[in-house]
Every structure is written in C-alpha cells, then in structure tokens.
Nanobody
C-alpha cells in the first residue's frame, strides 16, 4: 500500500513559480511510476495529466499545455516527488493531485491507470 500527501499549493501571481511536493509512505513507491494531475473547478470529474515520470526517473512526459514551464522529479531515497511550476498562468488554477501506479515501468497518461492518489493541494494563480 502507498499513501500520498501533497503540499505546496498556494496563491501565486501570473508569471511566478510554485513548487509542489508529494510525500509517499510505503516501500513500493520507489518502484512505481508517478504523475501529477490537476482538476479545474469548471471540469468536474476530469483530471488532466500535467507531468509523469518513470520509477527510475529515466523518462518524463509533459502535455503541450505545460511543456517548458513545469518539471517533474522524484527522490526515491526520500520517498518524495516534486512538481516545479514556473511562469504560471491563471489557467493553471486547479487542485493538483499526486498519483502513483503499480502497473510497472513506463509512462502512464490516463488517470484510470493510477491506483494511488493524494488528497490534492489547491493552486490559485491570479492575473
């Protein structure tokens, strides 16, 4: 079993930066691919992938909406994952979730492939 807890969400000005953290419990986390998703207020039940990373950090994936602005990383020794958000925009406003999957190696882009989720952290970007 893996439990995930996000932190770092807050109010930011457009053009600024935020760093989200995900702290995991359970030894298995280091062998699980992980990702960050977000859910905007107007998009109920729709979680959008913003970044994914393999268990060994060899590969990452970003959709065009955040490519060049967001960076995902992880530290398996500390059981943590991070999302560095630069040049944030008002459209980045959402609840951000950390997720992990037991499916094994590779990049997984769909929310339904992830078994473990945190409770979410609110990011609000003002213009």
């Amino acid at each position: 079993q893996v439990q995930l807890v996000e932190s770092g969400g807050e109010l930011a000005q457009a053009g600024g930066s935020l760093r989200l953290s995900c702290t995991a419990s359970g030894r298995a986390f280091s062998s699980y691919p992980m990702a960050w998703f977000r859910q905007a207020p107007e998009k109920e039940r729709q979680r959008e992938l913003v970044a994914a990373i393999t268990s060994n950090s060899e590969r990452t994936y970003y959709p065009d909406s955040v490519k060049g602005r967001f960076t995902i990383s992880r530290d398996n020794a500390k059981n943590t994952g991070n999302l560095q958000m630069n040049f944030v925009k008002p459209e980045d406003t959402a609840v951000y979730y950390c997720a992990a999957t037991s499916r094994g190696g590779g990049i997984w882009t769909r929310a339904e492939y992830y078994d473990y989720w945190g409770q979410g952290t609110q990011v609000t970007v003002s213009s």
